[in-house]
């Protein structure tokens, strides 16, 4: 009963998500039967699709707040080793440096 739990919350995240796509081509079409009227209702319809684009975007964003545990321990991994690579650097180079003096 639990597993089927999770697949009833996962599956009403999903819909979600496919009801901004599925709205979106419903209203685009509705303003593409008006622009065919006046030109103007077609550039009143361009930004509405971007306001959709940057909704799905902050959608996308609040998604990222899921991930930040397992990304920030890769993150700080990478930011060790390139931290590591660099001291490695730096120690080589003075270290070359004061043999050449």
Known sequence: PMKEETIMTDFSKIP?????????????RAESTQSTGSSSSKQEG???RLK????QFS?????EDDLPPALAAVAAESAAEHRAALMQALNGHSQSSSVEK
């Open 46 to 48: 361009r930004p509405q």
């Open 52 to 55: 959709k684009l940057t909704r």
């Open 59 to 63: 959608f996308n964003h609040s998604d």
């Open 16 to 28: 979600s998500l496919q009801d901004t796509n599925v709205r979106s081509p419903a209203s685009v």
